[in-house]
């Protein structure tokens, strides 16, 4: 029954309304009151600084009320006071919060003392839960209350309920650590496969109980685990294992009202999937793909009031809903009378706006021969984002714009290869690079009409560092771009791990010298990926990181005046020494540097490599072989 239940779940899309770009958990979906079903409201704020709240009503989209335009908004939650309905609506923009009831009238604004914009934030009745960059603060009804400063990159922040009133704030680092707080006080860290992008609780209908919370990673990896006052416990992951997108948005709901709360989850290739918890295991029940970067993701009754709705909102400012909700292929053909009606203004505006924009287009093509005409530059916002996969040991380049791209131009000034991506339409060209003048790449994609999203693979090679330069045009005119810059790293295929093999042969590389700690810190930045740009507190410092390619260790423990690396691999340690030493003459420090090799640690590299070396003989010999076979057939 389970199976045949699978087979026949699915989502169907219905675009409900079109805003300016959003950014991550900037949607919400307002509750209804106990005990009623109609339609809900949906509250989405934009990089426009425009708060709309709507709902549908029989097949029309109804605007409750919408801002005027501002800075633009980062975050968007819903609160209210304790033990009542949560839908008040709650914004941030930089490091201003703005409060509105869900009829559109504002109740708050207020100015907090972080210096940093808001990224993340949570409200408990009368207490409002904030994080910046590095900062968390908890103001209790406008007053400073609690803070608490983090070593690393505060991704996310959820807030789990305790005994009575109390809440323990739960912030997801960059390193890889779920960090549980008491007021200002760590209470402990929670270690996590991956640095964790989003986090949200477990609904109770899921039955697990109290305490439970939903993260996901960068790199779509999906985890459950208990939070108290003592210790985590963690009891599932969700491995990502078709390569898909980081985690954006994850939501609990009864999508299919059977009485248990179903696992929803967003990524940032624009992939919803939805899971249902059988046996305390989550199973895929259906996915759906919506094109775009989705960054925020709700339920509940949005186009009927009979069947649940999963509703997204997207990068580009789509508001989307997923209905499960079926209907018969007569039905969908027959259109109403009111319906037609409406199609036919439709199609009477769109044939208004093409007369506008043609003369709007010859007004332009005109004042642009005169000598007085000047230029304007188009501003356009862009979402870029290069990950690591460490499945595949390359790198994800995801680009996406509100408007359609024309063509996106790499170059580089270090060698690297452009890996096919299946989603990928684009048409690409290279051209004839001089590696004497330091131009390995240089590679355009020229994007079919309606392209808002590009995504590139790229393979690089340990101990070749540079800057891969990316041209993004849009197609509008007058025709302008804007240039991205990503860092190879010197050992770019390197990802932090929070545990090493302690019984691998290691060699070791020790510097001493008169640096501070903040300098040896920013060289390791320098040389690996996912070094937090911060230099943590403490006199010594410890890091542990993982090759993606081989499998290979490094140990770094660092303190003013001194460095020591330890791995198995020698090559990561003369990388390592060449660009260090480097760093460091530019400087003008004297370096005193020893060595410990241990020979051991060749065969063991080898053994590592050894199983790449025969998968790569398998697939000249299978080309071969279908080479050959295509030339019998020819003959």
């Not at 960059?174 to 609780?201: F, H, I, N, W």
């Not at 999937?273 to 046996?279: D, G, L, R």
């Not at 993982?546 to 020698?570: H, M, P, W």
């Not at 490599?609 to 080309?623: G, R, T, V, W």
């Amino acid at each position: 029954w389970y199976q045949r239940r699978v087979r026949e779940f699915q989502l169907s899309r219905i675009d409900l309304m079109t805003v300016g770009s959003t950014s991550m958990k900037s949607m919400k979906v307002l509750p209804n009151p106990p005990g009623r079903k109609m339609a809900q409201r949906i509250a989405v704020g934009d990089h426009n600084g425009v708060l709309t709240c709507f709902q549908m009503k029989r097949s029309d989209t109804v605007v409750d009320f919408k801002t005027l335009p501002g800075p633009k908004i980062e975050r968007l939650e819903l609160g209210g006071a304790l033990g009542s309905l949560q839908e008040k609506i709650f914004i941030s923009s930089g490091s201003e919060v703005r409060g509105f009831t869900k009829r559109g009238k504002q109740f708050l604004m207020f100015e907090t003392n972080l210096s940093d914009t808001i990224r993340s934030m949570f409200i408990t009745g009368p207490d409002l839960h904030i994080t910046g960059q590095y900062i968390y603060n908890m103001y209790h009804n406008c007053q400073d209350t609690h803070f608490y400063l983090s070593c690393d990159k505060i991704n996310d922040m959820i807030g789990i309920p305790g005994s009575g009133k109390d809440m323990f704030p739960v912030l997801g680092c960059q390193d890889r650590v779920l960090r549980v707080l008491s007021g200002s006080e760590l209470l402990y860290e929670a270690e996590v496969p991956g640095a964790p992008d989003t986090l949200a609780l477990f609904d109770v209908m899921s039955g697990f109980g109290h305490n439970n919370l939903i993260y996901g990673t960068k790199d779509g990896i999906i985890g459950l685990c208990t939070v108290n006052k003592d210790n985590p416990c963690h009891r599932w992951e969700i491995a990502n294992s078709n390569n898909l997108g980081g985690i954006t948005a994850i939501e609990t709901y009864d999508v299919n009202t059977d009485g248990v709360s179903e696992l929803i989850i967003a990524r940032d290739d624009g992939t919803v999937e939805v899971y249902s918890i059988s046996e305390g295991q989550p199973k895929l029940m259906t996915s759906k793909n919506v094109s775009e970067s989705v960054t925020a993701i709700g339920a509940g009754l949005i186009t009927s009031a009979a069947h649940p709705d999963v509703v997204v909102s997207t990068y580009p400012g789509h508001v989307i809903s997923l209905t499960s909700e079926v209907k018969s292929h007569v039905a969908q053909n027959v259109i109403s009378p009111s319906a037609r009606t409406k199609l036919d203004d439709l199609k009477k505006d769109i044939e208004d706006l093409k007369r506008q924009v043609l003369t709007e287009r010859e007004k332009y093509q005109k004042s642009a021969g005169s000598d007085s005409a000047i230029s304007a530059v188009v501003k356009f916002h862009v979402n870029d984002k290069f990950t690591l996969n460490p499945v595949d040991a390359n790198y994800l380049l995801s680009i996406e714009i509100q408007m359609p791209i024309e063509n996106v131009l790499l170059q580089c000034d270090v060698p690297i290869d452009l890996l096919d991506v299946e989603r990928n339409s684009a048409v690409v060209s290279h051209s004839a690079c001089d590696p004497e003048d330091k131009n390995y790449l240089l590679a355009t994609y020229r994007c079919q009409a309606n392209t808002t999203r590009l995504d590139v693979k790229v393979r690089s090679i340990e101990g070749q560092y540079g800057t891969l330069q990316v041209y993004i045009t849009p197609r509008i005119q007058p025709k302008t771009c804007q240039l991205r810059q990503y860092q190879i790293k010197p050992l770019s295929l390197h990802r932090r791990t929070h545990i090493i093999d302690g019984e691998r042969p290691m060699n070791t590389l020790k510097l001493s010298g008169s640096f501070s700690l903040g300098e040896v810190h920013s060289w390791i930045g320098y040389c690996i990926p996912e070094v937090p740009d911060k230099c943590p507190s403490g006199d010594a410092i410890t890091m542990f990181f993982q090759s993606t390619f081989l499998d290979t260790q490094l140990e770094c423990n660092y303190k003013q005046g001194a460095v020591e690396f330890r791995s198995d691999n020698i090559s990561t340690i003369s990388i390592l020494k060449d660009v260090i030493t480097k760093l460091a003459t530019q400087k003008k420090i004297a370096l005193n540097i020893t060595y410990e090799l241990c020979e051991d640690s060749i065969p063991h590299s080898l053994r590592l490599i050894h199983p790449k070396l025969d998968e790569q003989l398998l697939l000249a010999k299978k080309s071969s072989t279908d080479r050959r076979s295509e030339g019998t057939l020819h003959a």
